[in-house]
């Protein structure tokens, strides 16, 4: 497999390039719009075509790529169906997978900072969006957010995989690019460290966080796949 790990500093997101060596077909996961020129020469660099752009969740501080990149390559994009982004090609649920080549994706819904969240799991590694950060976790402050909703799901569909699976999410603020099933479930400030339910609640009701500064910008845009942000240039 080929695979890139790939940073957008505004936004401080992560963007995943996966790969089969053989049939040469990739897919992105959480592709940010002024990035495409980035992406572009990467795929002609590693001569792939691009089959698919996958969410983790309509997210609130960056615009995606999906539809840039489904209009230069024709890829198809991936959004869960309950992610409210009608622009989809592919409006996936609980339990599909999503396949390049060798690569084979189980999606796993993961809902509390969004309704519409979802992890992508491999083979060793996890894709885990904003629903597990490493170290903490995304808000549950907007967007249909749900504490004690998120705290069930990354216990129950993330925090259950093997205790060495790579977990690669879709932001960090500090500079890490990867942890562990393991490293989470004991040191996680948020949700490890056999914090229960109730205290990860009152956390997650005490951030007290700024409001993300591309929220109005990129929440509607990225209903449309990010298409609204294409066209206004």
Known sequence: MIFRQLFEPASSTYTYLLA??????????????????TYAKLLAE???????TLETHVHADHVTA???LRDRFGSRTVVHQDGGAACADMPVKH????????????????????????????????????ALLIGGCGRTDFQQGDAGRLYDNVHQQLLSL?????????????????STVKEETAMNTRLGGGKS??????IMANLKLAYPKQIDRA?????HCGR????QG
Do not use: M
Not at 21 to 33: F, G, N, S
């Open 197 to 202: 339910r109730d205290e990860f609640i009152e």
């Open 228 to 231: 609204e942000a294409v066209q």
């Open 46 to 52: 590693l001569d792939l075509t691009l089959e698919y």
């Open 219 to 223: 929440v509607p845009a990225n209903l």
């Open 162 to 178: 093997p205790p060495d699976t790579l977990v690669y999410p879709a932001h960090d603020y500090k500079g890490r690019t990867v």
């Open 66 to 68: 999906g539809a840039a």
């Open 95 to 130: 339990g599909d997978h999503i396949h390049v080549g060798s690569i084979d994706l189980e999606v796993r819904e993961t809902p509390g900072h969004t309704s519409g969240c979802v992890a992508y799991v491999g083979t060793d590694r996890v894709f885990t969006g904003d």
């Open 20 to 37: 089969d060596a053989v049939t040469r077909r990739a897919l992105l996961i959480d592709p940010v719009v002024e990035e495409v020129e």
